[in-house]
């Protein structure tokens, strides 16, 4: 069992950053790949981007590609999502997953994920 601990959410201004962790443990493997996933009030979860085991290959959806960066580190079991340049349309619930997940296109749907944080919220003000 892994267990995933989001952290790092809060009320920010629009146009500011955030910095949102997640921090794993349990039986981990070092070839998961991690991933985030938001979901806003009356909506369904949303990918929004994710990494594989290395870090060397990540996806992103269209609506945060270059402003949200994924990094990871292994060795300490711990990923990051730097949110920057935010938008009240990024208020949401932020989830970080992990799974053997191991296409691009897998890694956008959440039934690909096997573990997941309980979530933190983000919100952004106009």
């Known amino acids: 069992q892994v267990q995933l601990v989001d952290s790092g959410g809060g009320l920010v201004q629009a146009g500011g950053s955030l910095r949102l962790s997640c921090a794993a443990s349990?039986?981990?493997?070092?070839?998961?790949?991690m991933g985030w996933f938001r979901q806003a009030p009356g909506k369904e979860r949303e990918f929004v981007g994710a990494?594989?085991?290395?870090?060397?290959?990540?996806n992103y959806s269209d609506s945060v590609k270059g402003r949200f960066t994924i990094s990871r580190d292994n060795a300490k079991n711990m990923v990051y999502l730097q949110m920057n340049s935010l938008k009240p349309e990024d208020t949401a619930v932020y989830y970080c997953?992990?799974?053997?997940?191991?296409?691009?296109?897998?890694?956008?749907?959440?039934?690909?994920?096997?573990?997941w944080g309980q979530g933190t919220q983000v919100t952004v003000s106009s």
């Open positions: 997953a992990a799974g053997l997940v191991d296409t691009i296109v897998s890694m956008t749907f959440p039934a690909s994920w096997k573990y």
């Open positions: 349990g039986r981990t493997s070092s070839r998961d790949a």
């Open positions: 990494s594989n085991w290395s870090g060397r290959r990540t």
